[in-house]
């Protein structure tokens, strides 16, 4: 599961592979790694998506570094561009 956690394991899978009855096999599962078969895979894929996250730089944060007049949100962008401030803004949305 470990090796090949992007594939899907229903517990039927499992339990073909260990030779033993579905509920046997989720009793000795949770006994060795305190947690169900499902929920174990579910967090070997999240663990290795936030290694991924983390050893990687996304492609879209490398895009806006290379844009030099990209200092501020777009939104921002458009109010300063039509001339409406924040604070007006932010004003007229309060009761």
């Given at each position: 599961m470990?090796?090949?956690?992007?594939?899907?394991w229903?517990?039927?899978r499992l339990v073909?592979i260990?030779?033993?009855?579905?509920?046997?096999?989720a009793r000795?599962?949770?006994?060795?790694?305190?947690v169900p078969?499902?929920?174990y895979l579910?967090t070997r894929?999240i663990?290795r998506?936030?290694?991924?996250?983390?050893?990687s730089?996304?492609?879209?944060?490398l895009?806006?570094a290379?844009r030099?007049?990209?200092?501020?949100?777009?939104?921002e962008k458009?109010r300063?561009e039509?001339?409406?401030?924040?604070?007006?803004s932010n004003?007229s949305?309060?009761?």
């Open positions: 470990d090796a090949t956690s992007q594939e899907e229903p517990v039927e073909r260990s030779n033993v009855s579905e509920a046997h096999f000795s599962f949770k006994e060795a790694f305190g078969p499902l929920r579910l894929r663990e998506a936030k290694a991924l996250l983390r050893d730089v996304p492609g879209c944060y895009s806006a290379n030099p007049d990209l200092t501020i949100a777009v939104l458009r300063l039509a001339g409406v401030s924040i604070a007006s004003e949305e309060m009761p």
